[in-house]
């Protein structure tokens, strides 16, 4: 998938989070985040990450839509703390998508923590 089709994709399955959340169907409103995050994500045209979940290899996931994934999950994440649908972050979909997440965050973590070390900006 190229880039402009995972951006649309991704952008509509954000209107549709978004006009939920506006109608109070959070539960519908977390699941289509995480839809637009999964988009996100097959920006790269290989689908590659049904075989690899190390999301923070640079090399890998390197799309323009590597902010907007962690964004998309942070948000689907606190909604469903604050409204108690927990459950829906353990249905099969969200959990993958869950843990390309964990996995690229840890990631992204490591390389802050080198670079100060290593006094690099």
Not at 41 to 68: M, Q, V
Not at 104 to 115: P, S
């Amino acid at each position: 998938m190229d880039r402009q089709t995972a951006e649309r994709f991704v952008r509509v399955y954000e209107q549709s989070a978004r006009f939920d959340i506006l109608v109070g169907n959070m539960a519908s409103a977390i699941r289509f985040l995480l839809l637009a995050a999964d988009y996100c994500i097959f920006e790269d045209d290989l689908n590659w990450a049904y075989y690899d979940t190390d999301l923070g290899h640079y090399s890998r996931f390197c799309g323009e839509l590597r902010e907007d994934f962690v964004r998309l999950c942070e948000e689907a994440l606190t909604l469903a703390r604050e409204h108690g649908f927990e459950h829906i972050l353990n249905e099969e979909a969200s959990r993958h998508t869950l843990k390309l997440y964990l996995e690229h965050t840890r990631e992204e973590r490591e390389m802050e923590r080198y670079l100060k070390l290593s006094g690099r900006p």
